[in-house]
């Protein structure tokens, strides 16, 4: 199964909503490694590595996000498999 990356920036009401928390749930329920963090402008970022067929499905999330979120926009950018991560975290600071 082919592998790859994709980092995106999730915009709109989204944060003080859990949306790390469920973004984390959502990545380990898909087998996906990375991170996710707040941004200071409001936005929230992630980077996500695994099979491409659960990257799309990660994404799709994205743009739905946990309930109380109202995403906006999700700007994604699709890169090799690097395998650099053994787990998916939440990251604190910038």
Not at 26 to 31: E, I
Not at 36 to 49: C, H, I, Q, S, W
Not at 51 to 57: H, S
């Amino acid at each position: 199964m082919k592998q790859g990356r994709v980092h995106v920036l999730i915009s709109g009401r989204v944060q003080g909503v859990f949306y790390r928390a469920s973004t984390r749930d959502t990545a380990l329920r898909l087998g996906l490694k990375g991170w996710v963090r707040n941004l200071p402008d409001g936005t929230v970022e992630a980077v996500f590595e695994g099979p491409l067929v659960d990257l799309q499905n990660a994404v799709e999330w994205c743009r739905e996000g946990p309930t109380g979120a109202a995403v906006r926009h999700v700007e994604e950018n699709w890169g090799d498999y690097q395998g650099e991560f053994s787990d998916f975290d939440i990251r604190y600071g910038f």
